[in-house]
């Protein structure tokens, strides 16, 4: 539900609740001031059949055309509390076929040391409900009216004014780091909005310059590394030749060993850094099934030597969007860690379908859960040679896509899948 349709809905909510509101409290009012009037004009009949009392004792008021109006004298021991009581009673009226209003106000003066009861009465018809349903019908239409009305105005002067909001969302969307021209805000004259274009500026080009940095650092960190690297690896390897002793040679391959894991850390790392702002493009598609068989002819060699047998199901010509070189790393980390973490005269399975890219191999259980297995420096077996990096660019990786990956072991099995979206 958009911003504009909610406050559509919000506005009609609150037309539709003070319509209902007003018509009730308009009713009420309305039968509350009829009442109100009658009993004033009854109050005001008393006042005056009271002055013409004091006036003139033997006036007969029911003569003066006022038939409505009753005039008793009462005893001298009359004890009344009240000065003045005013009743209501509804009654049913055959002449009319209605129900009516009597309305009564009597009040008692004491004129000429005589205690009189003047009694004015009036009759109010009630309103009836077959009128009282034409008026309900006449507001409803009214309100049917301005309740679509409302949506149609709200729906239209919202967008107007979310106008530079939407718009900023849509340069949001077309926001990319490598893009060196600035957002293209609309300018606006709402202050809250003024606030957001600011910030969005603010923030575009903040962020764009701790890319730049971040690169230029992971390109001179990868360049400044690789080089002691590379020569003190040569100067291990010469001194290898050399004529040494057994535990020199075998300190000098262990540090070897390292000065490898130590570069592959290093390039890891730097790729983990540049995956976080790396652009995707959906337009590019790539045969998997021939990028997976020609990684496992490369590895042909490597699984003889460790008496590993290759079964795999590979389905020809699935093509996905990916970039070709991140798809080579993915299928070569799995390799590996298949390679790596299997069993001596061990298997692998590989399967590959239109749905889904499945590798599995047997070894020994893993120490930690399987989901743990998925960050950065997590090994499942301690004592192997790995540097517990490859799994958490995998799925690295498979993020920019938004594909799914899974690791589970059953059976003896390290079954790692891959669930490829459409």
């Known amino acids: 539900m958009n911003l504009s349709f909610r406050f559509a809905r919000a506005f009609t909510f609150l037309v ?87 309305i009564s106000v009597t009040t008692y003066p004491v004129i000429h040391q005589k205690k009189y009861s003047i009694t004015s009465v009036r009759y109010i018809t009630i309103i009836e409900n077959r009128f009282m349903m034409s008026i309900i019908m006449v507001v409803a239409w009214i309100m049917v009216f301005l309740v679509i009305l409302t949506i149609i105005v709200s729906v239209l002067v919202s967008k107007k004014i979310l106008d530079p909001f939407y718009h900023a969302m849509d340069e949001i969307k077309k926001f990319r780091l490598r893009d060196n021209s600035p957002m293209n805000l609309m300018e606006t004259e709402t202050e809250e909005f003024k606030s957001l274009n600011k910030f969005l500026l603010k923030m575009s080009e903040s962020s764009k310059k701790d890319y730049n940095l971040l690169e230029e650092l992971s390109e001179n960190t990868s360049h400044e ?65 021939e990028l997976l068989k020609d990684r496992l002819h490369y590895f042909e060699d490597l699984f003889e030597i460790q008496n590993l047998t290759l079964v795999n199901e590979i389905q020809d010509d699935v093509y996905l969007n990916f970039d070709e070189n991140l798809a080579s790393i993915v299928i070569n980390n799995l390799i590996n860690n298949s390679k790596r973490h299997n069993i001596e005269n061990g298997k692998i399975f590989v399967k590959l379908t239109e749905t889904y890219f499945q590798i599995s191999n047997t070894g020994n259980p893993p120490t930690i859960s399987t989901e743990e297995l998925f960050k950065r420096f997590k090994r499942g077996n301690p004592n192997q040679n790995s540097i517990g990096i490859g799994l958490a660019l995998v799925k690295k990786i498979l993020e920019i896509y938004d594909t799914e990956i899974s690791y589970h072991f059953e059976h003896d099995l390290h079954t790692i899948r891959i669930n490829f979206i459409k």
């Open 225 to 289: 590394l690789q080089t002691p690297l590379a020569s003190i690896k040569g100067k291990i390897e010469l001194l290898m030749d050399s004529e040494l002793s057994e535990n020199q040679l075998i300190t000098l391959s262990s540090m070897n060993d390292e000065l490898d894991r130590l570069s592959s850390i290093n390039q890891s790392l730097i790729l983990l850094a540049k995956l976080e702002h790396f652009e995707k493009n959906d337009s590019q598609l790539i045969n998997f099934s």
């Open 16 to 102: 539709f609740f003070v319509l209902v509101t007003g018509f009730a409290i308009l009713y009420f009012a309305f039968e509350r001031a009829t009442m109100r009037s009658a009993i004033l004009k009854l109050e005001d009949l008393n006042d005056y059949v009271t002055h013409k009392l004091e006036k003139d004792s033997a006036y007969d008021y029911l003569k003066s055309h006022h038939q409505q109006t009753q005039v008793k004298i009462l005893p001298p021991d009359t004890k009344i509390a009240k000065e003045k009581i005013i009743e209501e009673k509804y009654l049913w009226n055959k002449s009319i076929q209605s129900y009516i209003n009597r």
